[in-house]
T-cell receptor
Framework: QKEVEQDPGPLSVPEGAIVSLNCTYS??????FMWYRQYSRKGPELLMY????GNKEDGRFTAQVDKSSKYISLFIRDSQPSDSATYLC???????????FGTGTSLTVIP | DAGVIQSPRHEVTEMGQEVTLRCKPI?????LFWYRQTMMRGLELLIY????????DSGMPEDRFSAKMPNASFSTLKIQPSEPRDSAVYFC?????????????FGPGTRLLVL
């Protein structure tokens, strides 16, 4: 079983839609939960992160962590064509240097 | 700030050839990470350095892969001999100690194709 599972999609939504991206994990030692956005032929860029559990909101983006279910989510409200990218979840334990990434979900927002 | 710099951006080589990928971390960053990204396996950590010293190389797939960091501003990832299954995008990332782990900055990657 992989450490982190992520639905690869692809996901295609109309502009303005609410997008939900999800990952599950198996390692209960994970404490850092991150979402990266990766545009085509670019490196991943950190979008959101949460330490331990709970929710975090930043503009149109909300990250949620449910440690009891080993499940994390990223919600994008009022999605824009510029949100079209691959979204990667990543997790790390308390020591923080070993990141475990999901395989990424490809999102296309149609104008 | 120039960000993490990687070279070359693209590399096409034939099976059996030696390949050397290069990385310049952000100035002042003392952690450097090498990752490999494929469609099937996603982004995987290969090795990371702290203060130029390799800390964890458990992700290095086999002895054909080696990495060095001779100084704080330069690192190489070498594959010798290369095989078609090494075709992937290789990313370098860096961060500074004393910051949270998520403050890891990725370079643009090197796309490697081994024929």
């Amino acid at each position: 079983q992989k450490e982190v599972e992520q639905d690869p999609g692809p996901l295609s939504v109309p502009e303005g839609a609410i997008v939900s991206l999800n990952c599950t994990y198996s390692n209960s030692a994970f404490q850092y939960f991150m979402w990266y956005r990766q545009y085509s032929r670019k490196g991943p860029e950190l979008l959101m992160y949460t330490y331990s559990s709970g929710n975090k909101e930043d503009g149109r983006f909300t990250a949620q962590v449910d440690k009891s279910s080993k499940y994390i989510s990223l919600f994008i409200r009022d999605s824009q064509p510029s949100d079209s990218a691959t979204y990667l979840c990543a997790m790390a334990s308390q020591t923080g240097n070993q990141f475990y990434f999901g395989t990424g979900t490809s999102l296309t927002v149609i104008p | 700030d120039a960000g993490v710099i990687q070279s070359p951006r693209h590399e096409v080589t034939e099976m059996g050839q030696e390949v050397t990928l290069r990385c310049k971390p952000i100035s002042g960053h003392d952690y450097l990470f090498w990752y490999r990204q494929t469609m099937m396996r996603g982004l995987e950590l290969l090795i990371y350095f702290n203060n130029n010293v390799p800390i964890d190389d458990s992700g290095m797939p086999e002895d054909r892969f080696s990495a060095k960091m001779p100084n704080a501003s330069f690192s190489t990832l070498k594959i010798q001999p290369s095989e078609p299954r090494d075709s992937a995008v290789y990313f370098c990332a860096s961060r500074t100690s004393g910051t949270s782990p998520e403050t890891q900055y990725f370079g643009p990657g090197t796309r490697l194709l081994v024929l």
